[in-house]
T-cell receptor, first 111, second 113 residues
Framework: KAGVTQTPRYLIKTRGQQVTLSCSPI?????VSWYQQTPGQGLQFLFE???????NKGNFPGRFSGRQFSNSRSEMNVSTLELGDSALYLC??????????FGSGTRLTVV | QKEVEQDPGPLSVPEGAIVSLNCTYS??????FMWYRQYSRKGPELLMY????GNKEDGRFTAQVDKSSKYISLFIRDSQPSDSATYLC?????????????FGSGTQLTVLP
């Protein structure tokens, strides 16, 4: 059974640019969540989608957005990148219980 | 003050030792408790998942939840060098529409051969 797939694995962007990250959940999982991981703040919740609807959003600025498609694949977008957005972005999927399976993440570096 | 507190370590033990990892929390609404293991350059891997109070055992791993003390633990018996990783506790409140995990900062564990 394939796990959670995130693309790309690594990304380098310049301040002010925007970026889109992609996540393919485990087949059959309809809940997809996104987290930001940094050395200083640890893992922080960004948002959660279920059946194409955002159910919950963390305390991040509006530059962070996401969406989920009918096949449960999800994307997150960060506009007007700042140096502080450099982080590991993790996607997790679940069949709507609390046992979330994480992908390996996309490491974003903003220069 | 953070909702979930976890000693960051680092923790170093000899192979075969019993390891005890702990988290405390302040939000009494938390009902789901999880332990994740994260290897370097990988995403967190779910180890244990417990609802409400009590103990749960899976192989060499035992998770304990004491809601009266707002304290959770993970015990690793017969620790192996392959257990060397960062261990993260995570928890969530019961809410059908709010699936949000709150994580501890992680404890870095090294098991020495």
């Amino acid at each position: 059974k394939a796990g959670v797939t995130q693309t790309p694995r690594y990304l380098i962007k310049t301040r002010g640019q925007q970026v889109t990250l992609s996540c393919s959940p485990i087949s059959g999982h309809r809940s997809v969540s996104w987290y930001q991981q940094t050395p200083g703040q640890g893992l922080q919740f960004l948002f959660e989608y279920f059946s194409e609807t955002q159910r919950n959003k963390g305390n991040f600025p509006g530059r962070f957005s996401g969406r989920q498609f009918s096949n449960s694949r999800s994307e997150m977008n960060v506009s007007t990148l700042e140096l502080g957005d450099s982080a590991l972005y993790l996607c997790a999927s679940s069949n709507d219980n609390y046992g979330y399976t994480f992908g390996s993440g996309t490491r974003l570096t903003v220069v | 003050q953070k909702e979930v507190e976890q000693d960051p370590g680092p923790l170093s033990v000899p192979e075969g030792a019993i390891v005890s990892l702990n988290c405390t929390y302040s939000n009494s609404a938390f009902q789901y408790f999880m332990w994740y293991r994260q290897y370097s350059r990988k995403g967190p891997e779910l180890l244990m998942y417990t609802y409400s109070s009590g103990n749960k055992e899976d192989g060499r791993f035992t998770a304990q939840v004491d809601k009266s003390s707002k304290y959770i633990s993970l015990f690793i018996r017969d620790s192996q060098p392959s257990d060397s990783a960062t261990y993260l506790c995570a928890m969530s409140a019961v809410d059908g529409s709010a699936r949000q995990l709150t994580f501890g900062s992680g404890t870095q564990l090294t098991v020495l051969p």
